[in-house]
């Protein structure tokens, strides 16, 4: 082993509440900031699903995650911002 090696090792771990039900926002996974204020602008929980309310540059492409904790999956989506910087993603079951 080169000495120091181990000095540059790391973990990257996001903190998300579970909802009632049973989904968890991870967010944005390409950012550092997963759920930054500027980007989420509504976030609505409902019995099977999250809704999103999203802003951005348009033409912008990003990714959105939520992790289902009753299945043990991530669910993911791609996003393409419409000509007003916005977009309206369900992330479901």
Do not use: C, W
């Amino acid at each position: 082993m080169a000495p120091f090696e181990d000095l540059y090792d790391h973990g990257y771990f996001v903190a998300a509440p579970i909802f009632e039900n049973g989904l968890s926002l991870i967010g944005e996974t390409g950012k550092f900031v997963t759920v930054a204020d500027k980007r989420f602008l509504a976030i609505e929980p409902k019995a099977d699903a999250i809704d999103l309310t999203l802003a951005g540059v348009p033409g912008e492409k990003i990714t959105v995650a939520a992790y289902d904790t009753t299945t043990d999956e991530m669910i993911e989506k791609s996003i393409t911002f419409d000509a007003s910087g916005q977009a309206e993603v369900t992330l479901a079951r």
